[in-house]
T-cell receptor, first 108, second 121 residues
Framework: EVVLTQSPGTLSLSPGDRATLSCRAS??????FAWYQQKAGQAPRLLIYDASSRATGIPGRFSGSGSGTDFTLTISRLEPDDFAVYYCQQYGPSLPLTFGGGTRVEIK | QVQLVESGGGVVQPGRSLRLSCEVSGFTLSTYAMHWVRQAPGKGLEWVAV??????????ADSVKGRFTISRDNSKNTVYLEMNNLRADDAAVYYCARNRFGSGWYYFDYWGQGALVTVSS
């Protein structure tokens, strides 16, 4: 099983700040990697797939990078609507599909 | 627009069964593989099962293998999750999610709003 470790657990930032979220995989997954945003009481929403492709309707301030075992989600300038929990997910060649433990982005 | 609506959640005693349904609209269900993903209260996301677009293949997480069954009826635009011998650690919000393609496992491009399953005596 591919274990995904997200860091930090919590990120305390202000609107307008740049947010950098990391996720490390225990085995290489190529670019088969996605990021989701989840707000309280809501379902997750796809942000990034194939490590760096933005999903439909996702603003340009969200970007993804990385390959192999190290991945990054960057939010260039935080807006009030961006404070949420973010999960990474891998869909490499073997099941099970796995998620990271999440990074909470909170208002400082 | 794409919609996935889960139903069938509720309170169930340990050892009993429950069936969740996920009715979809806004796209052709027979074109996509479908997943169930769950989230225990205050916890992260856990993948549960996937079924190919034509129902020919199904895969499960080890934690539910042998107890849960994923199925689909494309004519009814509905995906199901039959859960047997439920345990306390199965308590979660269960999400239905669309796979990007008809077979294989990828990312989840659309999600339902979730169905809450509580396991308690």
């Amino acid at each position: 099983e591919v274990v995904l470790t997200q860091s930090p657990g919590t990120l305390s930032l202000s609107p307008g700040d740049r947010a950098t979220l990391s996720c490390r995989a225990s085995q290489t997954v190529g670019i088969y990697f996605a990021w989701y945003q989840q707000k309280a009481g809501q379902a997750p929403r796809l942000l990034i797939y194939d490590a760096s492709s933005r999903a439909t309707g996702i603003p340009g301030r969200f970007s993804g990078s990385g390959s192999g075992t190290d991945f990054t989600l960057t939010i260039s300038r935080l807006e009030p609507d961006d404070f949420a929990v973010y999960y990474c997910q891998q869909y490499g060649p073997s099941l099970p599909l796995t998620f990271g433990g999440g990074t909470r982005v909170e208002i400082k | 627009q794409v919609q996935l609506v889960e139903s069938g959640g509720g309170v169930v005693q340990p050892g009993r069964s429950l069936r969740l349904s996920c009715e979809v609209s806004g796209f052709t269900l027979s074109t996509y593989a479908m997943h169930w993903v769950r989230q225990a209260p205050g916890k992260g996301l856990e993948w549960v099962a996937v079924i190919w677009s034509d129902g020919s293949d199904r895969y499960y997480a080890d934690s539910v293998k042998g107890r849960f069954t994923i199925s689909r009826d494309n004519s009814k635009n509905t995906v199901y999750l039959e859960m047997n011998n439920l345990r306390a650690d199965d308590a979660a919000v269960y999400y239905c999610a669309r796979n990007r393609f008809g077979s294989g496992w990828y990312y989840f491009d659309y999600w339902g709003q979730g169905a809450l399953v509580t396991v308690s005596s």
